[in-house]
């Protein structure tokens, strides 16, 4: 990662890993770098961290974590999971889901064979690296990589660099506690949604999860790396960016075509 200063508002650019003109505050590329070499070995602790996804009344968690991790054989032993779960397996599941227990055994069994062999298919990808479809290839659009495990969620500025919205890090939990229980928003999904989901909760009893955690300057309130204690103060400035261009850009889109609303 090449990182060079930028005397306008104490922004600096760093280059990712993807070929990507990334423009950083101080405290997102020291954020970033102290990631980086917080791979080399010890654990992290974010505390105070707020998820936002699907949320109803607001969580609060100190999470314990190990980012020196493979993978490539977390991935690996993740498929060998997925496909050592049968469809004996999820019965006593399924027959407690509202939607799945109204399946006739064969529409059943029929939901697990596509959707078991459409997570290992989606895995397998991954882990290979291929990216042949248009889900895959925008995810690579909005994301720029720093280093195995550590990457920014990003948005196209005008000129053709990248501001940072959130930096996100590849882990594996080994703690979680609770500080605020919250509460999260059901979702109404249809039978191969939740037999995927079904597959997942069994694999996870078989194999270690891998997470991302998505940080920004109002989601947690400290992180601490061995005796490093970072603050997400200087992170806002930045994400403050990304978001007036995201506006900008659909305030022009909309001049352009407002004649076809």
Do not use: W
């Not at 999860?209 to 992180?223: A, H, M």
Request: proline residues 2%; aromatic residues 6%; charged residues 30%.
């Amino acid at each position: 990662m090449g990182t060079h200063s930028n005397n306008k508002q104490n922004m600096k650019t760093i280059k990712s890993l993807d070929g990507k003109i990334v423009v950083a505050t101080d405290a997102q590329a020291k954020l970033i770098k102290d990631l980086m070499s917080c791979r080399s070995g010890g654990g992290i602790t974010v505390y105070g961290y707020k998820p936002s996804t699907r949320v109803v009344e607001q969580p609060v968690y100190d999470i314990q974590m190990i980012t020196k991790i493979s993978v490539l054989k977390l991935y690996e032993r993740k498929i060998s999971a997925i496909k050592s779960v049968s469809f004996e397996d999820i019965a006593e599941l399924s027959a407690q889901d509202e939607k799945l227990k109204e399946l006739s055994a064969s529409a059943l069994l029929d939901v697990f064979n596509k959707r078991k062999l459409m997570e290992v298919t989606s895995m397998e990808k991954t882990l290979n690296g291929i990216r042949d479809n248009a889900h895959r290839q925008g995810h690579d659009d909005y994301y720029a990589r720093f280093d195995k495990g550590v990457k920014a969620n990003v948005t196209q500025l005008e000129n053709g660099k990248y501001a940072i919205k959130s930096i996100m890090l590849t882990y594996l939990e080994i703690g979680k506690t609770t500080i605020v229980e919250g509460s999260y928003k059901s979702v109404n999904s249809g039978a191969p949604v939740r037999m995927s989901n079904l597959i997942k909760k069994l694999t996870n009893q078989k194999s270690h999860g891998i997470k991302t955690l998505s940080l920004k300057e109002d989601n947690f309130d400290s992180l601490k790396i061995g005796r490093k204690e970072l603050k997400p103060d200087g992170l806002k400035e930045n994400a403050q960016d990304a978001q007036n261009v995201l506006k900008a850009k659909l305030a022009k889109l909309y001049a352009e075509y407002s004649y076809l609303l």
